[in-house]
Protein backbone atom coordinates (compact mmCIF):
# COMPACT_ATOMS: atom_id res chain seq x y z
CA UNK A 1 0.00 0.00 0.00
CA UNK A 2 1.29 3.63 -0.31
CA UNK A 3 3.17 4.95 2.43
CA UNK A 4 3.02 8.93 3.65
CA UNK A 5 3.49 11.01 0.78
CA UNK A 6 4.81 14.64 1.22
CA UNK A 7 5.07 17.30 -1.46
CA UNK A 8 6.88 19.37 -2.60
CA UNK A 9 10.61 17.31 -1.34
CA UNK A 10 12.36 20.48 -1.69
CA UNK A 11 11.40 23.98 -1.58
CA UNK A 12 13.57 27.54 -1.32
CA UNK A 13 11.45 30.64 -0.08
CA UNK A 14 12.61 34.01 0.90
CA UNK A 15 12.32 35.63 4.51
CA UNK A 16 9.07 37.44 5.04
CA UNK A 17 7.23 35.24 2.71
CA UNK A 18 4.49 32.17 3.67
CA UNK A 19 5.01 28.49 2.69
CA UNK A 20 2.55 25.61 2.78
CA UNK A 21 3.79 22.01 3.09
CA UNK A 22 1.42 18.72 2.11
CA UNK A 23 1.11 15.13 3.62
CA UNK A 24 -0.88 12.32 2.50
CA UNK A 25 -1.23 9.99 5.22
CA UNK A 26 -1.61 6.23 4.76
CA UNK A 27 -5.01 5.33 3.51
CA UNK A 28 -7.32 4.49 7.25
CA UNK A 29 -4.54 7.06 9.24
CA UNK A 30 -6.71 9.24 10.75
CA UNK A 31 -3.57 10.78 13.28
CA UNK A 32 -1.38 12.94 11.17
CA UNK A 33 1.52 14.43 13.04
CA UNK A 34 3.99 17.00 11.78
CA UNK A 35 7.96 17.44 12.89
CA UNK A 36 11.02 19.93 12.25
CA UNK A 37 13.88 18.05 12.17
CA UNK A 38 17.46 20.49 12.60
CA UNK A 39 20.70 19.88 12.99
CA UNK A 40 20.92 22.27 16.33
CA UNK A 41 17.68 21.40 17.60
CA UNK A 42 16.60 17.77 16.65
CA UNK A 43 13.30 16.60 16.06
CA UNK A 44 10.63 18.53 17.14
CA UNK A 45 7.29 17.82 17.85
CA UNK A 46 4.79 20.50 16.15
CA UNK A 47 1.33 19.47 15.86
CA UNK A 48 -0.92 16.50 15.50
CA UNK A 49 -4.87 16.22 13.97
CA UNK A 50 -7.08 13.76 14.71
CA UNK A 51 -10.31 13.77 12.48
CA UNK A 52 -9.65 17.40 11.33
CA UNK A 53 -9.09 18.41 15.00
CA UNK A 54 -5.92 19.43 16.55
CA UNK A 55 -5.33 17.37 19.36
CA UNK A 56 -2.24 18.00 20.58
CA UNK A 57 0.34 21.23 19.65
CA UNK A 58 4.27 21.06 20.67
CA UNK A 59 5.93 24.82 21.06
CA UNK A 60 6.26 26.37 18.52
CA UNK A 61 5.05 30.30 17.77
CA UNK A 62 1.69 30.96 16.04
CA UNK A 63 3.59 31.52 12.44
CA UNK A 64 3.12 27.25 12.88
CA UNK A 65 -0.15 25.97 12.07
CA UNK A 66 -1.89 22.95 10.44
CA UNK A 67 -5.05 21.57 9.70
CA UNK A 68 -6.31 18.60 8.46
CA UNK A 69 -9.21 17.62 5.61
CA UNK A 70 -12.11 15.42 5.95
CA UNK A 71 -9.83 12.86 3.82
CA UNK A 72 -7.14 12.91 6.59
CA UNK A 73 -4.76 14.84 4.62
CA UNK A 74 -3.01 17.68 6.21
CA UNK A 75 -1.07 20.74 5.23
CA UNK A 76 0.99 22.89 7.71
CA UNK A 77 1.72 26.48 7.47
CA UNK A 78 4.24 28.85 7.81
CA UNK A 79 4.25 32.53 7.52
CA UNK A 80 6.80 35.40 7.96
CA UNK A 81 9.31 32.86 7.41
CA UNK A 82 12.63 33.03 9.15
CA UNK A 83 15.76 31.83 8.29
CA UNK A 84 15.58 29.79 11.51
CA UNK A 85 12.48 27.83 10.13
CA UNK A 86 15.26 26.00 7.17
CA UNK A 87 14.53 22.66 8.05
CA UNK A 88 13.31 19.05 7.05
CA UNK A 89 9.63 18.95 7.60
CA UNK A 90 8.50 15.80 8.71
CA UNK A 91 4.87 14.34 8.27
CA UNK A 92 3.54 10.92 10.02
CA UNK A 93 0.46 9.10 10.19
CA UNK A 94 -0.89 6.86 12.24
CA UNK A 95 -3.98 4.07 12.94
CA UNK A 96 -3.39 3.73 16.48
CA UNK A 97 -0.66 6.41 17.56
CA UNK A 98 0.60 3.95 20.62
CA UNK A 99 1.89 1.40 17.86
CA UNK A 100 3.96 3.83 16.21
CA UNK A 101 3.92 6.30 13.13
CA UNK A 102 4.74 5.89 9.55
CA UNK A 103 6.90 8.38 8.12
CA UNK A 104 7.39 10.09 5.14
CA UNK A 105 10.35 11.49 3.39
CA UNK A 106 9.76 15.12 4.51
CA UNK A 107 10.31 18.21 2.85
CA UNK A 108 13.52 20.29 2.58
CA UNK A 109 12.48 23.48 3.25
CA UNK A 110 15.52 26.59 2.84
CA UNK A 111 14.91 30.10 3.86
CA UNK A 112 17.10 32.25 1.81
CA UNK B 1 8.32 17.00 30.52
CA UNK B 2 9.89 13.75 29.58
CA UNK B 3 13.87 13.29 27.95
CA UNK B 4 15.41 10.94 26.05
CA UNK B 5 19.38 10.56 26.64
CA UNK B 6 21.00 9.24 23.66
CA UNK B 7 25.10 9.69 25.01
CA UNK B 8 26.73 7.83 21.58
CA UNK B 9 26.76 10.24 18.81
CA UNK B 10 28.15 8.24 16.33
CA UNK B 11 29.32 4.27 16.29
CA UNK B 12 30.85 1.84 14.08
CA UNK B 13 30.64 -2.14 13.63
CA UNK B 14 31.85 -4.44 10.91
CA UNK B 15 29.55 -6.46 8.81
CA UNK B 16 27.83 -9.26 11.08
CA UNK B 17 29.13 -8.36 14.32
CA UNK B 18 26.66 -7.28 17.28
CA UNK B 19 26.34 -3.72 18.35
CA UNK B 20 24.29 -2.04 21.13
CA UNK B 21 23.06 0.95 21.03
CA UNK B 22 22.16 3.32 24.32
CA UNK B 23 18.69 5.24 25.10
CA UNK B 24 18.08 6.49 28.89
CA UNK B 25 15.11 8.63 29.47
CA UNK B 26 13.13 10.57 32.19
CA UNK B 27 9.92 10.34 33.14
CA UNK B 28 7.68 10.44 36.44
CA UNK B 29 4.83 7.93 34.31
CA UNK B 30 4.51 4.25 34.90
CA UNK B 31 2.70 3.61 31.30
CA UNK B 32 4.43 4.47 28.53
CA UNK B 33 5.55 3.77 25.09
CA UNK B 34 9.09 3.60 23.69
CA UNK B 35 10.29 3.42 20.09
CA UNK B 36 13.48 2.99 18.07
CA UNK B 37 13.69 4.60 14.61
CA UNK B 38 15.91 4.34 11.65
CA UNK B 39 16.58 7.17 9.44
CA UNK B 40 18.95 6.83 6.38
CA UNK B 41 20.06 8.87 3.86
CA UNK B 42 16.65 9.12 1.92
CA UNK B 43 15.92 10.74 4.75
CA UNK B 44 12.73 8.64 5.76
CA UNK B 45 11.89 7.71 9.39
CA UNK B 46 11.64 3.51 9.36
CA UNK B 47 10.00 2.22 12.67
CA UNK B 48 12.44 -0.23 14.24
CA UNK B 49 10.98 -1.94 17.16
CA UNK B 50 8.68 -0.74 19.82
CA UNK B 51 8.01 -1.30 23.76
CA UNK B 52 5.46 -0.90 25.89
CA UNK B 53 6.77 0.12 29.68
CA UNK B 54 4.34 -2.07 30.79
CA UNK B 55 5.24 -5.64 29.22
CA UNK B 56 8.64 -6.97 31.21
CA UNK B 57 9.87 -8.68 28.27
CA UNK B 58 11.90 -7.27 25.64
CA UNK B 59 10.63 -6.71 22.03
CA UNK B 60 12.10 -8.53 19.44
CA UNK B 61 12.40 -7.88 15.40
CA UNK B 62 14.48 -10.21 13.34
CA UNK B 63 17.56 -9.00 14.09
CA UNK B 64 16.98 -6.20 16.59
CA UNK B 65 16.02 -7.03 19.67
CA UNK B 66 16.27 -4.43 23.17
CA UNK B 67 17.02 -4.59 26.97
CA UNK B 68 14.70 -2.60 28.25
CA UNK B 69 15.52 -1.44 31.62
CA UNK B 70 12.30 0.32 33.68
CA UNK B 71 13.51 1.20 37.10
CA UNK B 72 16.92 2.01 35.58
CA UNK B 73 14.69 3.43 32.69
CA UNK B 74 17.36 2.34 30.00
CA UNK B 75 16.27 0.92 26.39
CA UNK B 76 19.10 -0.01 24.53
CA UNK B 77 19.20 -1.60 20.89
CA UNK B 78 20.97 -4.38 19.89
CA UNK B 79 21.40 -4.61 16.25
CA UNK B 80 22.97 -8.37 15.40
CA UNK B 81 24.50 -9.89 12.66
CA UNK B 82 24.88 -6.28 11.12
CA UNK B 83 24.61 -5.21 7.31
CA UNK B 84 25.63 -2.61 5.31
CA UNK B 85 21.75 -1.44 5.20
CA UNK B 86 22.04 -0.61 8.87
CA UNK B 87 24.11 2.09 7.98
CA UNK B 88 21.76 4.98 9.53
CA UNK B 89 20.35 7.66 12.29
CA UNK B 90 18.80 6.05 14.94
CA UNK B 91 16.69 7.54 17.47
CA UNK B 92 15.33 6.40 20.35
CA UNK B 93 11.43 7.92 21.16
CA UNK B 94 9.14 8.13 24.24
CA UNK B 95 5.95 8.24 24.33
CA UNK B 96 3.52 9.19 26.93
CA UNK B 97 0.06 7.02 27.50
CA UNK B 98 -1.73 10.12 29.65
CA UNK B 99 -2.59 13.61 28.11
CA UNK B 100 0.01 14.18 25.77
CA UNK B 101 -0.31 10.71 24.10
CA UNK B 102 0.47 10.85 20.17
CA UNK B 103 3.87 13.28 20.70
CA UNK B 104 6.79 11.48 20.40
CA UNK B 105 9.63 12.97 22.18
CA UNK B 106 12.83 12.19 20.70
CA UNK B 107 16.83 11.72 21.35
CA UNK B 108 19.02 13.36 19.50
CA UNK B 109 20.30 10.45 17.42
CA UNK B 110 23.06 7.69 17.29
CA UNK B 111 24.82 7.45 13.76
CA UNK B 112 25.80 3.94 13.32
CA UNK B 113 27.94 3.22 10.34
CA UNK B 114 28.45 -0.43 9.57
CA UNK B 115 31.72 -1.20 7.53
CA UNK B 116 33.05 -4.38 5.63
Known amino acids: KAGVTQTPRYLIKTRGQQVTLSCSPI?????VSWYQQTPGQGLQFLFE???????NKGNFPGRFSGRQFSNSRSEMNVSTLELGDSALYLC???????????FGSGTRLTVV | AQTVTQSQPEMSVQEAETVTLSCTYD???????LFWYKQPPSRQMILVIR??????QNATENRFSVNFQKAAKSFSLKISDSQLGDTAMYFC?????????????FGTGTRLQVTL
Open chain 1, 92 to 102: ASSLNVVDGYT
Open chain 1, 27 to 31: SGHRS
Open chain 1, 49 to 55: YFSETQR
Open chain 2, 27 to 33: TSENNYY
Open chain 2, 51 to 56: QEAYKQ
Open chain 2, 93 to 105: AFMSSTGTASKLT
